[in-house]
């Protein structure tokens, strides 16, 4: 298995008929795992879309999506996606939605339990998570008692719980200062790193770029090739296209 995710030629519309608008139009990229790109684009360009379609949330109109070597679509067998979501994937957005009744360690034993982990050896998994996100003295408190880049970082361990192959992240330092921001980035990298995880962050600050492998640019639904570091695109003329 080369890549955590790979698609080719997908495209996703919404409504039918004369509101019919087609946002994707055919979107080809490649992503090893360890590999971490920013999603970037003007507004409305679809980024939101795109992780929808590879985090399994929405079904594309039509091409090809492979998730850890698994054709998601094209099999004989539609995979359970719910399950794939659960157990390879890790979802973070703008803001942290923690549950506000539950303390930082609370959110991260209810995502643990979820995925069947329980007792000891989920408190132990969520204290060594809120302790790698540097968040482990506020692990008692409730979101509202957290800064935002706490918060962030409690919602970052919340989704490492399942110690996810490819982590989707849309805008997650947009509600952060630039320090925070980058902080967030840098966790990322780490993590991709360290953990091999696929990372795909929409992000529209260019101060973060130091952090990425490269940019996937969205264009007018489909990518944009960055010439100084180009995505490894799927090409659409046989085998063995995906060598850089
Ligand atoms: N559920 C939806 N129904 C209809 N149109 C949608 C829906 N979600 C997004 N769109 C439209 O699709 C386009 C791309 O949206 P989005 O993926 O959110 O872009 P971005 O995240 O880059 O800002 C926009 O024109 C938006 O209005
Ligand atoms: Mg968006």
């Known amino acids: 298995m080369e890549f955590a995710v790979e698609a080719r030629g997908l495209r996703m519309a919404y409504g039918e008929g004369r509101a019919r608008v087609e946002v994707l139009k055919g ?15 003007p507004s409305g360009s679809g980024k939101t879309t795109l992780l929808n379609v590879l985090g399994l949330v929405t079904e594309p109109t039509a091409g090809r999506l492979v998730l850890g070597g698994q054709d998601i679509y094209g099999g004989r067998w539609r995979p359970n996606l719910q399950r794939l979501r659960r157990e390879k994937l890790g979802f973070i957005f703008q803001f942290a939605n923690l549950i506000p009744f539950l303390t930082a360690r609370e959110n991260v034993l209810l995502s643990l339990d979820l995925l069947g982990v329980t007792g000891r050896a989920a408190a132990e998994r969520a204290d060594e998570l809120l302790q790698s996100l540097g968040v482990a003295d506020r692990s ?78 969205l264009v007018d639904g489909t990518v944009q090739a960055d010439e100084a570091r180009p995505v490894p695109l799927a090409r659409a003329d046989g085998e063995g296209g995906f060598s850089p």
């Not at 080809?28 to 684009?41: I, N, T, W, Y």
Request: hydrophobic fraction near 45%; proline fraction near 4%; charge should be negative.
């Open 140 to 217: 008692h408190l409730l979101p509202e008692k957290l800064s935002g880049g706490e918060r962030q970082r409690v919602a970052i361990a919340r989704a490492l719980a399942n110690d996810p192959k490819l982590i989707l992240a849309d805008e997650p330092t947009a509600s952060l200062d630039a320090e925070r921001g980058l902080a967030v980035m840098q966790l990322l990298r780490r993590l991709a790193d360290e953990h091999g995880t696929a990372v795909l962050v929409v992000t529209h600050d260019t101060r973060m770029l130091g952090e990425v492998t490269g940019v996937i640019r």
């Open 27 to 41: 979107v080809d990229l490649a992503v090893r795992p360890g590999e971490v790109f920013a999603v970037m684009g």
